[in-house]
């Protein structure tokens, strides 16, 4: 099968990977998140939803509530139940302020969120779910990186922004949403206008979730497993309720942000976007992900089937992950998202696929 043949199967053929749903809001099945409505601005100026919070007044409030559950640490399902405000820690080490590891415009990410200027990244140290293959190790599980206020942290998204990045890509931020919230409504009286894109493992608590209504305007979860079994396997410590976290969370962010909309430009404003690496031997459940995407998510959400699995960090000591993914795992992966029904893949996805049916074949 040709590429072109794929994306007609795809029902994408000479339209990409996106959407371009600026305003249509009657799209969503379920009541749309908060600012949402706003996005139609009628002004003919895009917001981000932080900024429409904060003209509502209700950003500070927020910013508060998320400190609070600081005090007794249950901000992913870990719930560690430690007071991070008083000087303790928990599974993910992280201590009361945010720790960064670096800032920079990425051009990795999806094509989406890079555009011309770049995904404006924010690397955050250490993590909630620490992944045996984790690869960004050094940064996740040995917590490079140095403690930042929340106006430090403001400083580096104004930065990001006068660098011309497209959004501010936060990596790995649930174990520092409230510095992440406190440091955006800094920025944002200093003039930060960018749209926050919450760039998470998807161990994510869905009522930590519903905190960021109205303040996250693209949400990018990576779903890793859908078998608890797996996830427990190879995470350092146990996260078998991995994907009942992963699939609750990743509900309600599209119930807030919905597809994905872009500007004339195809840079992503606002949608969910998820990404999905295909691990060897079946273990990330890659059929079980996008026939869950398909039955629990309109078909058109955006999906990126990622094929750069390396063996990093412990991996080595797996037998069934130490090694790279097959051109024919590759491609039986996104022969199931064709069976599935999905018609949004990314674009490096589908090069991808081509590049491996050629290698396969
Ligand atoms: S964010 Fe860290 S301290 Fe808080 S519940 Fe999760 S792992 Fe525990």
Request: proline share 4%; glycine share 10%.
């Amino acid at each position: 099968m040709t590429r072109k043949e794929f994306l007609k199967l795809l029902g994408l053929a000479g339209g990409g990977g996106l959407l371009y749903l600026a305003g249509r809001s009657w799209l969503f099945k379920d009541p749309p998140g908060e600012g949402q409505g706003r996005l139609t601005a009628e002004d003919g100026q895009w917001r981000p939803a932080y900024a429409v919070l904060e003209e509502d007044g209700r950003l500070a409030e927020r910013v508060e509530q998320a400190y609070s559950v600081m005090e007794n640490c249950r901000l992913c399902p870990r719930r560690c139940g430690v007071n991070r405000r008083a000087g303790q820690r928990g599974f993910c080490r992280a201590p009361e302020k945010a720790m960064v590891h670096s800032h920079q415009p990425h051009f990795g990410e999806e094509l989406p969120l890079v555009g011309r200027g770049g995904s404006g990244t924010i690397f955050f140290s250490n993590c909630n779910l620490r992944c045996v293959f984790c690869q960004n190790w050094p940064i996740a599980h040995e917590g490079w990186g140095r403690e930042v206020s929340d106006e430090e942290l403001a400083e580096m998204m104004l930065d990001l922004q006068r660098l011309g990045c497209h959004n501010i890509n936060l990596v790995t931020p649930t174990h520092v949403m409230p510095n992440i919230l406190g440091a955006v409504r800094i920025a944002l009286q200093k003039g930060l206008q960018l749209p926050l894109c919450y760039n998470t493992s998807g161990y994510e608590l869905t009522e930590m979730v519903r905190l960021l209504d109205g303040i996250v305007d693209i949400y990018l979860p990576d779903i890793k497993f859908m078998d608890g079994l797996e996830a427990e396997r190879y995470n350092l410590a146990a996260a078998a309720d991995y994907p009942q976290m992963a699939k609750e969370s990743t509900i309600e962010m599209h119930r807030q942000v919905g597809l994905v909309i872009t500007d004339e430009h195809g840079i992503a404003l606002r949608g969910l976007m998820i990404r999905h690496l295909v691990m060897p031997n079946r273990v990330a459940g890659t059929r079980e992900l996008v026939q869950w995407v398909a039955a629990n998510l309109p078909k058109e959400t955006y999906v990126n089937i990622m094929s750069q699995y390396r063996v990093e960090f412990m991996a080595f000591d797996f037998p069934l992950i130490a090694r790279a993914i097959t051109s024919e795992e590759f491609v039986e992966a996104m022969g199931w998202a064709r069976e599935a029904g999905l018609t949004n893949l990314d674009e490096r996805s589908l090069s991808n696929y081509e590049i491996h049916r050629r290698r396969a074949s």
